[in-house]
């Protein structure tokens, strides 16, 4: 293979391609240093797609064989189990340098001896992992008894297809120690990319909260809903999902909640908000980032990729526990103005995770794996 990266054939395989996310941008992130590379997913809306990476992607688009299964962009989930044998069908014989990014089935795929395999991990896949039982808590008896036998086998097939790659990186300090504890491989840690130059931290904060996301159960919207309940502080909530039935029946009036939005306006939101409100566990967390790019101190969980983000006393507030009392005194604690932010500050630290610090960090570690297989 050698270390000319230039004439290397490079794959991209992502799990599943239907809305844009943090995942998905960490692979327009790759399209954009590897734009001949061609691109492995098991399901896409290809247009959606082709759309996101633009005139740069000059590669291909290549399904498994779940694409052509019955409303495969619909249920998708529901062919997990078939996702591994899925993986180990693509042909890769001819890719030097594999990119796989992990969240769903991804990085199980077979190549060549002499071929560079990096896996970029979002997460172990969580619904296999710590977090199946409550997965399966919204399952009936029966779906719940076929997925607990089916999680049964993928973790099997998960951790053997850890030694198909060479080098794992893990997208926060939480996500290293997930990689360290179910696979038991050392990683490197590479910050998901974020755009922070699309903000402007400079606007008038208005008096309001932000709440941002999708409105699902770990995610914790709820939680921020009981506190500014009791608080009658003003809150916005930007997201679907769902949770949105719910917290529109249990909200007081003092909050707000949108559903989903377009990005102009969740970034006039975040540019004028008083602070954002994150009260769940994430991988990484890719909001509070945007939140301080748009010069927005964040009140976060102390708890999953916050700890990379959020500078307690600098670029916002951490609260310990989770529950209301607690979100309560750091909301309370950000109104007396005994800690203050300031926006060019939060925006100015915010830039440690733009999307160049990624490129650069890939690009490197590209570069010194493939020399030293060479060497």
């Known amino acids: 293979?050698?270390?000319?990266?230039?004439?290397?054939?490079?794959?991209?395989?992502?799990?599943?391609?239907?809305?844009?996310?943090?995942?998905?941008?960490?692979?327009?992130?790759?399209?954009?240093?590897?734009?001949?590379?061609?691109?492995?997913?098991?399901?896409?809306?290809?247009?959606?797609?082709?759309?996101?990476?633009?005139?740069?992607?000059?590669?291909?688009?290549?399904?498994?064989?779940?694409?052509?299964?019955?409303?495969?962009?619909?249920h998708y989930q529901k062919y997990l189990p078939l996702m591994p044998y899925a993986l180990e069908a693509l042909d890769l014989s001819e890719y030097d340098l594999i990119l796989s990014s992990e969240s769903g089935p991804a990085k199980g795929v077979i190549t060549r001896p002499d071929a560079l395999h990096i896996c970029y991990c979002h997460s172990p896949m969580r619904y296999i992992w710590d977090m199946e039982h409550e997965y399966r808590k919204g399952m009936g008896k029966f779906t719940g008894k076929?997925?607990?036998?089916?999680?049964?086998?993928?973790?099997?097939?998960?951790?053997?297809?850890v030694n198909r790659v060479d080098h794992f990186v893990a997208n926060s300090t939480f996500i290293r120690s997930r990689i360290k504890k179910h696979y038991r491989r050392s990683s490197e840690v590479?910050?998901?990319?974020?755009?922070?130059?699309?903000?402007?931290?400079?606007?008038?904060?208005?008096?309001?909260?932000?709440?941002?996301?999708?409105?699902?159960?770990?995610?914790?919207?709820?939680?921020?809903?009981?506190?500014?309940?009791?608080?009658?502080?003003?809150?916005?909530?930007i997201g679907e999902g769902e949770?949105?039935?719910?917290?529109?029946?249990?909200?007081?009036?003092?909050?707000?909640?949108?559903?989903?939005?377009?990005?102009?306006?969740?970034?006039?939101?975040?540019?004028?908000?008083?602070?954002?409100?994150?009260?769940?566990?994430?991988?990484?967390?890719?909001?509070?980032?945007e939140a301080m790019a748009a010069g927005a101190p964040v009140i976060a969980f102390d708890r999953g990729g916050a700890r990379d983000t959020v500078i307690d006393g600098e670029t916002g507030i951490l609260f310990q526990d989770q529950t209301?009392?607690?979100?309560?005194?750091a909301v309370e604690k950000l109104e007396s103005e005994s800690v203050q932010f300031d926006s060019a500050a939060l925006s100015k630290s915010a830039k440690q995770f733009d999307v160049s610090m990624f490129k650069q960090k890939i690009s490197n570690l590209v570069q010194s794996s493939f020399d030293d297989l060479a060497g």
């Open 243 to 289: 949770l949105f039935s719910e917290l529109e029946k249990t909200k007081n009036s003092n909050i707000m909640l949108l559903g989903r939005q377009d990005f102009s306006v969740v970034k006039e939101y975040l540019e004028t908000c008083k602070g954002l409100i994150f009260p769940g566990v994430e991988d990484f967390g890719i909001v509070p980032v």
């Open 1 to 74: 293979m050698g270390s000319n990266l230039s004439n290397s054939r490079v794959a991209i395989i992502h799990y599943w391609w239907l809305v844009n996310r943090g995942g998905e941008a960490v692979v327009s992130a790759l399209i954009d240093l590897y734009p001949n590379a061609d691109l492995f997913v098991h399901v896409c809306d290809e247009e959606l797609v082709r759309k996101s990476l633009g005139d740069k992607f000059t590669g291909r688009i290549i399904k498994s064989f779940i694409s052509k299964l019955p409303k495969s962009q619909k």
């Open 324 to 329: 209301v009392e607690s979100l309560c005194n």
């Open 190 to 237: 590479i910050f998901p990319p974020v755009s922070t130059t699309t903000f402007d931290p400079s606007k008038k904060r208005k008096d309001f909260y932000l709440c941002l996301g999708q409105l699902v159960a770990y995610k914790r919207a709820d939680l921020a809903v009981k506190a500014f309940n009791e608080l009658g502080l003003p809150l916005v909530i």
């Open 146 to 161: 076929f997925f607990a036998y089916c999680a049964h086998k993928l973790r099997i097939w998960d951790v053997v297809s």
